[in-house]
């Protein structure tokens, strides 16, 4: 495996179900991140995770529980979705820096192609 | 905060023509990175291109160009010679290093949907 990938790439679950999307990183990446990609909206991050500690949390409801084990894998956790939450979510890794003031390119998976029914 | 306006919402030219894609962003800090990204219809985005604030050349990768003007804060993308391939959602998007070093997160504009028709 190559890149980023994501595990499922489609998923239909119920408003009570419980499911969990999964991100891999084989690019020696220490930073990880999901986005949130709707119709009606422009891309979304949602949280960053840089060297598997979460540093940013972008007001995203608590039914979403993001987990990073290590710095090559990146979860996340659903529970009791709307049907607004219904979007194509992305994962994306990148280098990160500590201290210094460089953005680095973030290289993105294919998504997950998620409905709430 | 930071925003990233990508007026042009749908844009359709025919096979061999140019294109320019525009991006127009606004961030307070003196410090950030500009980005294009590609999203094919398969839904993965690809990376295109990162300036930094610092650097004003433009930059020419094949038939893709990058034009960076400060002064309009601008960041403007041109397909020259069109190609059916080329046809795909693109985004500009920024992001300003965080204080403490580490991770940043991207401000995407809205995308464009760029159509080559043959």
């Known amino acids: 495996e190559t890149g980023v990938t994501q595990t499922p790439r489609h998923l239909v679950m119920g408003m009570t179900n419980k499911k969990s999307l999964k991100c891999e990183q084989h690019?020696?990446?220490?930073?990880m991140y999901w986005y949130k990609q709707s119709a009606k909206k422009p891309l979304e991050l949602m949280f960053v995770y840089n060297f598997k500690e979460q540093t940013e949390n972008n007001s995203v409801p608590s039914r979403f529980s993001p987990e990073c084990p290590n710095s090559s894998h990146l979860f996340l956790h659903l529970h009791t979705l709307q049907p607004e939450d219904s979007a194509l979510y992305l994962c994306?890794?990148?280098?990160?820096?500590?201290?210094?003031?460089?953005?680095?390119?973030?290289?993105f998976g294919p998504g997950t192609r998620l409905t709430v029914t | 905060a930071q925003k990233v306006t990508q007026a042009q919402t749908e844009i359709s030219v025919v096979e061999k023509e140019d294109v320019t894609l525009d991006c127009v962003y606004e961030t307070r800090d003196t410090t950030y990175y500009l980005f294009w990204y590609k999203q094919p219809p398969s839904g993965e985005l690809v990376f295109l291109i990162r300036?930094?604030?610092?650097?004003?050349q433009n930059e020419i990768s094949g038939r893709y160009s990058w034009n960076f003007q400060k002064s309009t804060s601008s960041f403007n993308f041109t397909i020259t010679a069109s190609q059916v391939v080329d046809s795909a959602v693109y985004f500009c998007a920024l992001s300003v290093p965080d204080s403490g070093g580490g991770a940043d997160g991207l401000t995407f504009g809205k995308g464009t949907h760029l159509i080559i028709q043959p």
């Open positions: 300036r930094n604030s610092f650097d004003e």
């Open positions: 690019l020696g990446h220490n930073a």
């Open positions: 994306a890794s990148s280098q990160a820096t500590s201290g210094g003031h460089y953005s680095y390119e973030q290289y």
